[in-house]
């Protein structure tokens, strides 16, 4: 099902994703980051939702859709570096950046930090093309949301 996305994402000559698949793709990531810890709970999957709903304008049960579709592929995508410069690659800059925002939002869903879920974020950052300061700046505006 997800075989010509992974083999677009994983291509050596680079192209912009169609809307869909970049959805599909970073909404992927959002749940890599939230199963991390080993822990998928109610407020990740509905902090999920809620992203998928506010970036891309979705409703709500397309938001429970584009989520499913998503938990599939992340179980079917390479590993989280080779997944992560596949978008690089095709995803604009300033998505990238808005992408690092939800994972944050993602990773703050249920009230705490986690180191396993920091370090995902460290190690994506920079993947993305992300400086460190610009990832901390997204932690910080989430957080300020959150109060």
């Given amino acids: 099902m997800f075989e010509t996305l992974l083999r677009r994402l994983l291509s050596p000559a680079p192209e912009t994703l169609p809307q869909p698949d970049a959805r599909l793709a970073l909404a992927a990531l959002l749940i890599r980051l939230a199963r991390a810890d080993g822990r998928y709970q109610g407020a990740e999957v509905s902090r ?3 992203v998928l709903r506010a970036r891309f304008g979705l409703g709500p049960f397309e938001a429970v859709r584009l989520r499913n579709e998503a938990e599939t592929l992340e179980e ?19 998505d990238r950046l808005g992408v690092i925002e939800a994972l944050w939002d993602v990773a703050l869903a249920d009230g705490s930090r986690d180191a396993d879920e920091d370090g995902l974020i460290r190690l994506v950052a920079p993947l993305l093309g992300i400086e460190d300061a610009d990832s901390g700046l997204a932690r910080q505006r989430v957080e300020a949301r959150s109060r």
Avoid: S
């Avoid at 079917?76 to 300033?94: G, I, S, W």
């Fill in 48 to 50: 999920i939702d809620a």
């Fill in 76 to 94: 079917e995508a390479p590993d989280t570096v080779r997944f992560t410069r596949a978008l690089k690659e095709h995803v604009p800059y300033e």
